[in-house]
């Protein structure tokens, strides 16, 4: 069975980092196009970053741009994204999405099939 796991959110103190992966299990993720997506209380659901199946295009969201930086390791069959500088503002679940694709990603809830169940970021002093 196809399975996004997203890991690594946790309670940081503003300006501290954390790295989130998306592990993906029972398939291989060298055919799909990775997105990163968050949610805040109360609010929508909102494109962070993704990355193309190759590595080779990536796309940010202009409020972490700067700050984010997505990676894949497909040895690893693992997606990254490096959160640096973060903000109160970035509290929020944190989910992976996948889509067999091998042009540039996008960064559209819609477009994507497989979905984790997401991991909770919360930033606060």
């Known amino acids: 069975q196809l399975q996004l796991v997203e890991s690594g959110g946790g309670l940081v103190q503003p300006g501290g980092s954390l790295r989130l992966s998306c592990a993906a299990s029972?398939?291989?993720?060298?055919?799909?196009?990775i997105g990163w997506f968050r949610q805040a209380p109360g609010k929508g659901r909102e494109g962070v970053s993704c990355?193309?199946?190759?590595?080779?295009?990536?796309n940010y969201a202009d409020s972490v741009k700067g700050r984010f930086t997505i990676s894949r390791d497909n040895a690893k069959n693992t997606v990254y994204l490096q959160m640096n500088s973060l903000k109160p503002e970035d509290t929020a679940v944190y989910y992976c999405?996948?889509?067999?694709?091998?042009?540039?990603?996008?960064?559209?809830?819609?477009?994507?099939?497989?979905w984790g169940q997401g991991t909770q970021v919360t930033v606060s002093s």
């Open positions: 990355i193309s199946n190759s590595g080779g295009t990536t």
């Open positions: 999405a996948a889509k067999v694709f091998s042009g540039p990603c996008r960064p559209t809830m819609v477009w994507y099939d497989y």
């Open positions: 029972g398939f291989t993720l060298n055919p799909y196009a």
